[in-house]
């Protein structure tokens, strides 16, 4: 059995960025047609596992480079099918799928905001506010460390819960101020304690200015005290039907 | 206010993706978000040669309250703190053979109590910390400054 | 036995056995071991370690191979992923 690598499928008339470096030996990419919808293709690595954070970059890097310009469907890691049958097999079967679901994402690009929390500046803060946090804080810095144990996952406890509650909040306003630039927004519960946003929002190419500037506003507005990341312009990971 | 990033525009806001994403931002976009159809066939991924692994070596989730605690006692009196991060451990943990990571002294503790009920015979241990000097912390401990 | 009451949320009932409790640690050890969400965290840390310039760009693609290893393993449940190549 042959295989072939998978990147994304966009529409048959799309033109794709002319560097494109795949995974594979060879790193060509290249697209395989049928009906209005095409695959973006390239060969597998053989003789090694695959999932080296080379080839996740690498993956990325294609459909995110075609994404700036064209709508595509991106394929989750790691996208490897037989290659006789990304026509018969892959496209075939689901072509009015896709181009339904290309022409729902059509004109539009994701972006990612994340955020996090100037750490030492919001724990001051909670400090500050919380009297208990404040005495626990304390009686925590006069006790030699192995004495301290329980009162120290104690205090832990009481900041990352704070921590919690009032990035909940400033999450949600952050994402609320941003969704008028956007024309879908995907929210996620953000990983750790001190994230504050981890938000997709899908925006129409003739908006990116407007929703970059805003996104720049914000971040102003923020500075010192969340420290905001925008990935983009990217394909819509978020905003795929799965399967 | 000047605002210098390392990426393009002259903003606020650090930007990235299309190509110049961290490995942390793709892992999350492509391993759990895209399209995942039927005929994908299963290959060989990395990581297959990992089987066990040492209960000592990994955080409870007790590691997470001990880290914000940590960065909540460094604040010095005027609410500034230090930062830092201890990338030694990290990076002692991980490359040492492969299978390793950070520890706590918390799972070390559990673990040695179900050893001494074993028969061990060992009263309590020192968190991991200060038994293996050579996985010090290389972040200075805030204890260290004997207020 | 507070020390473990706190690690695992349950009563240290003395009905339970040693090796009942090692393999509740065990278990938990591997769930935390494998979580994405933490492999996660730990690459943001590498990739801010590599900008800082504490990690250099080898020890910091080490760590990260490292790192996807264990978030490859710990996807390979049944009916995840695979080990048999074409």
Same mark, same amino acid.
């Given at each position: 059995m042959s295989a072939t690598y998978v990147y994304g499928l966009v529409g048959a008339d799309a033109r794709l960025p002319e560097d494109l470096k795949g995974l594979?030996?060879?790193?060509r990419v290249s697209t395989i047609a049928h009906g209005e919808v095409a695959a973006i293709v390239g060969d597998v690595p053989v003789d090694r596992p695959i999932g080296t954070r080379d080839d996740l970059l690498a993956h990325e890097a294609v459909v995110d480079a075609v994404a700036a310009t064209t709508a595509v469907l991106p394929m989750r890691?790691?996208?490897?099918?037989e290659s006789d049958g990304?026509? %018969? %097999?892959?496209?075939?079967?689901h072509h009015d799928h896709f181009v339904d679901v290309l022409d729902a994402l059509d004109g539009k690009v994701q972006f990612t905001l994340k955020g996090r929390y100037e750490q030492d500046v919001v724990l001051a803060e909670l400090v500050e506010e919380d009297p208990e946090i404040r005495a626990l804080q304390e009686k925590v810095r006069e006790l030699p460390e192995d004495a301290s144990y329980y009162d120290r996952v104690r205090l832990g406890e009481l900041v990352v819960t704070a921590l919690e509650e009032r990035r909940d909040d400033e999450g949600e306003r952050l994402v609320q101020r941003l969704e008028p630039f956007a024309a879908e927004v995907v929210a996620h519960r953000p990983g750790?304690?001190?994230?504050v946003v981890n938000a997709a929002f899908l925006v129409e190419r003739a908006r990116i200015g407007e929703f970059e500037d805003a996104v720049e506003d914000t971040g102003r507005d923020l500075a010192g005290r969340v420290r905001l990341r925008l990935l983009g312009p990217l394909a819509p990971y978020d905003f795929v039907p799965e399967g | 206010m000047t605002v210098a990033t390392q990426r393009q525009g002259g903003g606020y806001v650090e930007r990235g993706g299309g @190509?110049?994403?961290?490995l942390a931002d793709v892992v999350e976009l492509i391993l759990d978000k895209g399209l995942v159809i039927d005929v994908f066939v299963r290959v060989s991924l990395v @990581? +297959?040669? +990992?089987?066990?692994?040492?209960?000592? +070596?990994v955080v409870a989730s007790v590691d997470t309250f001990l880290r914000f605690a940590e960065a909540t006692n460094r604040l010095d009196l005027y609410g500034k703190g230090k930062g830092g991060k201890d990338l030694t451990e990290l990076v002692e943990g991980v490359t040492e053979g492969g299978a390793r990571g950070k520890t706590t002294g918390m799972l070390d503790a559990a673990v040695d109590k179900v050893g001494d009920m074993l028969g061990g015979g060992r009263e309590e241990r020192e968190p991991e910390r200060e038994e293996a000097p050579r996985r010090r912390p290389a972040r200075q401990r805030a204890r260290e400054r004997e207020e | 036995m507070g020390l473990l009451t706190g690690l695992l949320g349950l009563p240290l009932a003395p009905v339970r056995g040693v090796v009942w409790l090692a393999e509740q640690i065990r278990d938990q050890a591997e769930e935390q071991y494998y979580d994405p969400a933490r492999i996660r965290a730990e690459l943001d840390r590498v990739d801010e370690g590599r900008r800082s310039g504490e990690l250099t760009e080898e020890e910091a693609a080490e760590l990260e191979n490292e790192l996807l290893q264990r978030l490859m393993a710990g996807r390979r449940s049944p009916g995840v992923g695979g080990d048999r190549g074409g």
């Open positions: 594979g030996p060879s790193g890691f790691p996208a490897v099918v990304v026509v %018969e %097999e892959l496209i075939a079967p750790q304690p001190d994230d | @190509g110049s994403s961290s @990581g +297959i040669e +990992i089987l066990t692994i040492d209960a000592r +070596i | -």
